[in-house]
C-alpha cells in the first residue's frame, strides 16, 4: 500500500459512509472519484437526518407547541454551527438557500433591484472570469441583460490559471461587483484572492465569492476573504442536497431588497404594502430546508471532528500524488495546473483521441466513477480546444490505492481503443 505524508485515516474514515463499501456491476468494488459533484455522506448525517424527521419534525419560527420549538431550535443551531465554521462576525449573516446556485441568483437579482449606491445599471459593469461554473456566469448574464450593464471577464493562461496582467482595464470605476470562483471546479485551480479583492475595493466594487469547492477541502475565513459575499452548498462537504448557504455582510444585507416574498421574510403585511423582517430571515421566504439545515450541521460537527487542516493536508498529497502518477499514462493531457501546488483536489484531463464520455464508460464497467463532459463550464472547454474533459476528484474518504485503480483503469481504457 502506499504510504504518503500527511494522510488520514482512511481506513477509520471509510468506515462512516456505507455506501463506499458498495460493489457495483455485481463484483466491482466502488472507486468513488467524483466527488467535486457531490461527496458521500457519513452515517453521523444519516443519523441526524433520520433522528430529526422521526422525533422532531415540524414547521419552524411559527408554532408554540414542542415540536416546533424543538425544530427551531435544531434550525437555529444549524446556522449558528454555519456561522462558526466559516468565522463569520454574525450568526444573521448567514442566509440558507437550496444550493450554491440560488446563493448566487440572491446576490445578482438583489444587486439588480437595489438603490444606489449598489444598484446596477446600464452604466456599470459586471466583473466575471472564464473560469466560472455556469451558475456564476447566467446569473450575472441574466442581470446584465436585464439592466444593460456590461459583462466583461478574466481570461485564463495556458496552464489555467486566472491572467491578471489587464486588471486595471477589467475592473474600472464602472465595476458595480466582482464576482469569483476561490477554487475552479474543472481546473482546480485556487485564484488569487487578495489581489482581486485589493482592485475591487480600489474602485467601490462589491466582490462576491464562490466557495462551493472551497468550503469542503479547506479552512474558509470570510473575514480573512475581505469579500462581501461568499456562497457555497451543502451537499458536496458531507451534507445533504438541497441546502446552500450565502454569507454577506451585515450593513448590506440590511440595506439589499430580499429576492423572494412570501411568508417568515416579513414583519407586517397589508393590502397596500409590506414590511420586511431582519436578516436572515428577510431572505428566506417560506418554509426553509429545515431538516437539509440540520444535516449541515452534522456535516459540519462530522469535518471539525477531523479537522479541516488535515483534510486540506491529506488533499493536498493526494493530488501531489494523482498528478505524478497521471503524467505515466501516455496521451494524458491534465487541464490546468501541472503541479499540485495552488490546486484543489480535482484534476481534469483528456486521454488522446478518445472522448471523454468513452473514457467514463469503460471507467464506470471497472466500478470507477469519474465524471466527464465539460462541468458546468463550457467556455473553459471552448478556450482550451476541447469538447469536453474526464474529472477525477478527492476527498478526505479517498486513498492513494483509488489513485491507482484510476491510473490502471486508464491504461485498461488505451488497450481497449486500440
Same mark, same amino acid.
Given at each position: 500500500?502506499?504510504?504518503?505524508?500527511?494522510?488520514?485515516?482512511?481506513?477509520?474514515?471509510?468506515?462512516?459512509?456505507?455506501?463506499?463499501?458498495?460493489?457495483?456491476?455485481?463484483?466491482?468494488?466502488?472507486?468513488?472519484?467524483d466527488?467535486?459533484?457531490?461527496?458521500?455522506k457519513?452515517?453521523?448525517?444519516?443519523?441526524?437526518?433520520?433522528?430529526?424527521?422521526?422525533?422532531y419534525?415540524?414547521?419552524?419560527?411559527?408554532?408554540?407547541?414542542?415540536?416546533?420549538?424543538?425544530?427551531?431550535?435544531?434550525?437555529?443551531? !444549524?446556522?449558528?454551527?454555519?456561522a462558526?465554521?466559516?468565522? %463569520?462576525?454574525s450568526? @444573521?449573516? =448567514?442566509? #440558507? &438557500?437550496?444550493?450554491?446556485?440560488?446563493?448566487?441568483?440572491?446576490?445578482a437579482?438583489?444587486?439588480?433591484?437595489?438603490?444606489?449606491?449598489?444598484?446596477?445599471?446600464?452604466?456599470?459593469?459586471?466583473?466575471?472570469?472564464?473560469?466560472?461554473?455556469?451558475?456564476?456566469?447566467?446569473?450575472?448574464?441574466?442581470?446584465?441583460?436585464r439592466?444593460g450593464?456590461?459583462?466583461?471577464?478574466?481570461?485564463?493562461?495556458?496552464?489555467?490559471?486566472?491572467?491578471?496582467?489587464?486588471?486595471?482595464?477589467?475592473i474600472?470605476?464602472?465595476?458595480?461587483?466582482?464576482?469569483?470562483?476561490?477554487?475552479?471546479?474543472?481546473?482546480?485551480?485556487?485564484?488569487?484572492?487578495?489581489?482581486?479583492?485589493?482592485?475591487?475595493?480600489?474602485?467601490?466594487?462589491?466582490?462576491c465569492i464562490?466557495?462551493?469547492q !472551497?468550503?469542503?477541502?479547506?479552512?474558509?475565513?470570510?473575514? %480573512?476573504?475581505?469579500? @462581501?459575499? =461568499?456562497? #457555497? &452548498?451543502?451537499?458536496?462537504?458531507?451534507?445533504?442536497?438541497?441546502?446552500?448557504?450565502?454569507?454577506?455582510?451585515?450593513?448590506?444585507?440590511?440595506?439589499?431588497?430580499?429576492?423572494?416574498?412570501?411568508?417568515?421574510?416579513?414583519?407586517?403585511?397589508?393590502?397596500?404594502?409590506?414590511?420586511?423582517?431582519?436578516?436572515?430571515?428577510?431572505?428566506?421566504?417560506?418554509?426553509?430546508?429545515?431538516?437539509?439545515a440540520?444535516?449541515?450541521?452534522?456535516?459540519?460537527?462530522?469535518?471539525?471532528?477531523?479537522?479541516?487542516?488535515?483534510?486540506l493536508?491529506?488533499?493536498?498529497?493526494?493530488?501531489?500524488?494523482?498528478?505524478r502518477?497521471?503524467?505515466?499514462?501516455?496521451d494524458?493531457?491534465?487541464?490546468?495546473?501541472?503541479t499540485?501546488?495552488?490546486?484543489?483536489?480535482?484534476?481534469?484531463?483528456?486521454?488522446?483521441?478518445?472522448?471523454?464520455?468513452?473514457?467514463?464508460?469503460?471507467? @464506470?464497467?471497472?466500478?470507477?466513477?469519474v465524471?466527464?463532459?465539460?462541468?458546468?463550464?463550457?467556455?473553459v472547454?471552448?478556450?482550451?480546444?476541447?469538447?469536453?474533459?474526464?474529472r477525477?476528484?478527492?476527498?478526505l474518504?479517498?486513498?492513494?490505492?483509488?489513485?491507482?485503480?484510476?491510473?490502471?483503469?486508464?491504461?485498461?481504457?488505451?488497450?481497449?481503443?486500440?
Amino acid at each position: 500500500m502506499t504510504q504518503l505524508p500527511g494522510l488520514l485515516d482512511t481506513e477509520a474514515i471509510r468506515k462512516d459512509f456505507p455506501v463506499l463499501d458498495r460493489l457495483v456491476h455485481d463484483d466491482r468494488k466502488l472507486v468513488y472519484l467524483d466527488n467535486a459533484a457531490t461527496s458521500q455522506k457519513p452515517r453521523q448525517v444519516l443519523d441526524a437526518l433520520s433522528e430529526y424527521y422521526e422525533r422532531y419534525n415540524a414547521n419552524v419560527h411559527r408554532g408554540v407547541h414542542v415540536l416546533a420549538e424543538e425544530a427551531t431550535a435544531l434550525y437555529e443551531g !444549524a446556522r449558528d454551527k454555519v456561522a462558526e465554521f466559516i468565522n %463569520a462576525p454574525s450568526r @444573521d449573516e =448567514v442566509i #440558507f &438557500t437550496k444550493n450554491a446556485s440560488e446563493s448566487l441568483n440572491l446576490v445578482a437579482n438583489m444587486l439588480g433591484w437595489a438603490d444606489e449606491p449598489y444598484r446596477v445599471d446600464h452604466e456599470t459593469e459586471i466583473v466575471i472570469t472564464e473560469m466560472e461554473h455556469h451558475s456564476n456566469i447566467v446569473p450575472w448574464q441574466l442581470l446584465a441583460q436585464r439592466t444593460g450593464a456590461k459583462l466583461k471577464w478574466f481570461g485564463l493562461t495556458d496552464d489555467g490559471r486566472l491572467d491578471l496582467s489587464n486588471i486595471d482595464e477589467i475592473i474600472t470605476e464602472k465595476t458595480k461587483i466582482v464576482s469569483f470562483v476561490l477554487v475552479s471546479n474543472i481546473l482546480g485551480t485556487v485564484n488569487p484572492v487578495e489581489a482581486i479583492v485589493r482592485r475591487a475595493q480600489e474602485v467601490g466594487a462589491l466582490v462576491c465569492i464562490d466557495a462551493s469547492q !472551497a468550503a469542503p477541502h479547506m479552512p474558509l475565513d470570510v473575514q %480573512a476573504l475581505q469579500a @462581501d459575499f =461568499v456562497a #457555497f &452548498t451543502g451537499h458536496k462537504m458531507c451534507g445533504p442536497t438541497g441546502i446552500g448557504v450565502l454569507w454577506g455582510r451585515q450593513e448590506l444585507l440590511e440595506d439589499l431588497p430580499p429576492f423572494l416574498g412570501g411568508g417568515e421574510m416579513i414583519e407586517t403585511v397589508s393590502m397596500h404594502s409590506s414590511t420586511y423582517a431582519p436578516a436572515p430571515h428577510k431572505f428566506e421566504a417560506g418554509t426553509p430546508p429545515i431538516a437539509q439545515a440540520v444535516g449541515l450541521g452534522a456535516a459540519i460537527d462530522y469535518l471539525n471532528a477531523i479537522g479541516m487542516d488535515k483534510i486540506l493536508a491529506h488533499e493536498h498529497a493526494l493530488t501531489d500524488y494523482a498528478v505524478r502518477r497521471l503524467a505515466e499514462v501516455p496521451d494524458l493531457r491534465i487541464i490546468g495546473p501541472t503541479t499540485a501546488e495552488d490546486r484543489g483536489a480535482a484534476i481534469s484531463f483528456t486521454l488522446g483521441d478518445i472522448h471523454p464520455h468513452d473514457v467514463g464508460q469503460v471507467l @464506470d464497467e471497472q466500478g470507477i466513477a469519474v465524471r466527464v463532459g465539460h462541468h458546468c463550464a463550457r467556455p473553459v472547454c471552448l478556450r482550451y480546444g476541447i469538447p469536453a474533459t474526464t474529472r477525477a476528484s478527492f476527498y478526505l474518504y479517498s486513498t492513494p490505492a483509488e489513485i491507482d485503480a484510476l491510473v490502471e483503469g486508464l491504461e485498461h481504457v488505451r488497450n481497449f481503443f486500440g
